[in-house]
Nanobody, 123 residues
Framework: VQLQASGGGLVQAGGSLRLSCAAS????????MGWFRQAPGKEREFVAA????????SYADSVEARFTISRDNAKNTMSLQMNSLKPEDTAVYYC?????????????????WGQGTQVTVSS
């Protein structure tokens, strides 16, 4: 499955962005999905994950209650709604797919990655 992330940009602190991940090649309905991010000089970190049907989600503590992950299997897409953005949310955001049906927080569980989209939050 090929993944394409989009929707990043520059936003002021307190603002919102919505990231999208479009899949092609295969239906994502058989995959758990997730979002990860990597800031300059830091390791890639887990942001959010969602199970294959969309009924189960998990979040990093740092984004809980601010970010919402969702998916539309009929459209073969996944989204990340990001509200109340902070400068520390600045990073390249990656969408990923795993053959595990549940959402996973470990990047090593994901075999398919999108190219990343830059999110920059100014103070």
């Amino acid at each position: 499955v090929q993944l394409q992330a989009s929707g990043g940009g520059l936003v002021q602190a307190g603002g919102s962005l919505r990231l999208s991940c479009a899949a092609s090649g295969r239906t994502i309905s058989n995959y758990g999905m997730g979002w990860f991010r990597q800031a300059p000089g830091k390791e890639r970190e887990f942001v959010a994950a969602i199970n294959w049907r969309g009924g189960g989600t998990s979040y990093a503590d740092s984004v809980e209650a601010r970010f919402t992950i969702s998916r539309d299997n009929a459209k073969n897409t996944m989204s990340l709604q990001m509200n109340s953005l902070k400068p520390e949310d600045t990073a390249v955001y990656y969408c990923a797919a795993t053959t595990f049906l549940s959402g996973r927080s470990n990047a090593r569980d994901y075999g398919y990655w999108g190219q990343g989209t830059q999110v920059t939050v100014s103070s």
